[in-house]
């Protein structure tokens, strides 16, 4: 089952969120120390998650017997990516940044390279992750399905295009720079 996300399971899904973007090479980017990413990453989607909720995005989550195994976040066409000041107002979640500055330069910096290449007029699934115990079994297709079209993304993971593009998406350019990860944007 599909369904939108109450606020009282935001913690949960930023937890899932964390596990299936340790490896993400965004995120070691921003933390390069797996230890740091591993108590760091759930505040920063438990934050994510909030402030795409407040710019009007659809942040479901994929339930299997009442268990949480995957989660969307799918901004509306136009929505801005999160600046600095909705960061500052999760400042309970990603206070810590304070004390890595280096971490959050890079994470300003990698958000701001995706923006400049995301096509106007689409939908943006800013986030998709499926626990990775359930990874295999059809959750992230299901809540893809369940996405509006058109819809735009971005990975930074190379392996990920072919699994997009089995679902329709069509790769529209690789983005690639000696200061941080190569990403590729998607449509469909």
Known sequence: MIRPLEDRELPEAAALAAAAFREDPAFAHVLPDDAQRRIRLPSMFAALLRIDRAAGGLVSGAFDDGALVGLSSVLPAGAAAPSL??????????????????????????SRAVEEHR??????????????????????????????????????????????????????????????????????
């Open 85 to 110: 000041p909705d960061w500052t107002r999760q400042l309970p979640e990603v206070g810590w940044f304070l004390f890595q500055p280096a971490a959050l330069l890079r994470g300003l910096a990698l």
């Open 119 to 188: 096509p106007n007029g689409t939908d943006y699934l800013h986030l998709l992750a499926v626990h990775p115990a359930t990874q295999g079994r059809g959750v992230g297709a299901a809540l893809l399905n369940a996405a509006p079209k058109p819809l735009s993304l971005e990975t930074f993971t190379e392996a990920n295009l072919a699994w997009y593009e089995a679902r329709g998406f069509k790769l529209l350019l690789e983005v690639r720079s000696p200061a941080r990860p190569t990403f590729w944007a998607l449509r469909r």
